[in-house]
């Protein structure tokens, strides 16, 4: 029997749910809407990584402010550039920066810093802001125009979304020595949970985070969906955000 090697997130309560850790060189969706702490549960993962396993982690924030992160982080006690020194970096890409390569640019980064844990926040920010390029022999509406067109995707439509987003976490999982967490928005769409309807299929494993204000002591729950090579946990389970950061409770 293949002993699978896990990572653990070290996030309170979230381990016992699958298994002991993630599979290592995974590729884990986080998704929920606005406000159910998907941000925190990155930043925790790489927290933990560096100071509880001695993994040095790489944080790639897309088209958002470092100094907005810096200070969430702060709330919970994680200096953020102190932690630059011993090996948890911030990456932040603006949207002008996005382009076709922008998973090799990545993947480049991991690698000359070493890093065995990656978060990408978010793929919902990267994908409504990528350009994309393709051949005439990929996408048939290049044929009334010059070979390497460029199409972003609002003009390109859905199914270039979906084939960026695809594209892209097939080369993230080319890093098979790093263990990523991809943030993502939920889906207003029953039928399915993310915003690009692709990333959860060619996800390792899911995690869902929900927001519901019902009066009780807990607003937020976390689902395991999914977690391949995992016999992973399947209720749904209280959340919340301590002042040491998330903490996932048992079903009573």
């Not at 982080?73 to 996005?98: H, I, N, R, Y």
């Not at 890093?115 to 990408?120: A, D, N, P, Q």
Request: charged letters at 25%.
């Amino acid at each position: 029997m293949i002993k699978i090697q896990r990572v653990q997130t070290g996030i309170k309560g979230f381990d016992e749910l699958v298994e002991g850790g993630i599979p290592r060189g995974m590729c884990v969706l986080v998704t929920g809407s606005p406000g159910t702490a998907k941000t925190l549960f990155g930043l925790q993962y790489l927290f933990n990584g560096l100071t509880k396993f001695k993994e040095k982690g790489l944080y790639v924030t897309v088209g958002q402010s470092v100094d907005v992160l810096k200070k969430q982080a702060a709330m919970f006690g994680w200096d953020l550039d102190k932690l630059s020194k011993s090996g948890l970096e911030v990456m932040p890409l603006s949207t002008k920066q996005l382009d076709s390569n922008i998973a090799a640019v990545i993947m480049d980064k991991v690698r000359q810093g070493r890093y065995k844990r990656l978060v990408i926040d978010s793929l919902t920010t990267l994908s409504l802001n990528a350009p994309l390029y393709r051949s005439l022999n990929d996408i048939s509406v290049t044929d009334i125009v010059k070979n390497k067109s460029v199409f972003s995707p609002p003009i390109g439509g859905e199914s270039i979304i979906q084939s960026f987003i695809y594209n892209f976490i097939d080369n993230i999982h080319q890093l098979t020595d790093c263990t990523t967490i991809l943030v993502s928005e939920s889906s207003e769409k029953g039928e399915y949970l993310t915003r690009d309807q692709v990333s959860e299929f060619v996800s390792d494993g899911i995690v869902l985070l929900t927001f519901e204000s019902m009066g009780g002591e807990f607003s937020r729950s976390l689902l395991v969906r999914k977690m391949r090579q995992t016999n992973n946990d399947e209720d749904v389970h209280p959340l919340e955000i301590s002042q040491k950061g998330l903490v996932v409770h048992t079903v009573k």
